[in-house]
Nanobody
Framework: QVQLVESGGGLVQAGGSLRLSCVFS????????MGWFRQAPGKEREFVAA????????WYRDSVKGRFFISRDNAKNTLYLQMNSLKPDDTAVYYC????????????????WGQGTQVTVSS
């Protein structure tokens, strides 16, 4: 059974940086496309970034382009999200997800989810 465990969240001031990690186990990591989603209180879960199997193709929501960077290390079974120039609007629980769907910008494209890590950006 695939399991995903996120880490790296925390409290940071606006303009600061965080790097989230997601460790994959229970399957062959390199076979899965991976994504990051986030959910703020009272809001729906929204797409943040995605990356294909070998990391050549990446996608981002418009509001994080140029600030967030998704990457993966297939040798370490780990997904990353480098978040720079953080804003209070980035405050949310961040989830990593694994899937084989063709559409990676919606939750329906993923089969497995982590438990989430809280990111709080203070103004």
């Amino acid at each position: 059974q695939v399991q995903l465990v996120e880490s790296g969240g925390g409290l940071v001031q606006a303009g600061g940086s965080l790097r989230l990690s997601c460790v994959f186990s229970g399957g062959t990591f390199s076979r899965y496309a991976m994504g990051w989603f986030r959910q703020a209180p009272g809001k729906e879960r929204e797409f943040v970034a995605a990356i294909r199997w070998i990391g050549v193709n990446t996608w981002y929501r418009d509001s994080v382009k140029g600030r967030f960077f998704i990457s993966r290390d297939n040798a370490k079974n780990t997904l990353y999200l480098q978040m720079n120039s953080l804003k209070p609007d980035d405050t949310a629980v961040y989830y990593c997800a694994a899937g084989g769907g063709q559409v990676l910008t919606t939750p329906q494209g993923y089969d497995y989810w982590g438990q989430g890590t809280q990111v709080t950006v203070s103004s």
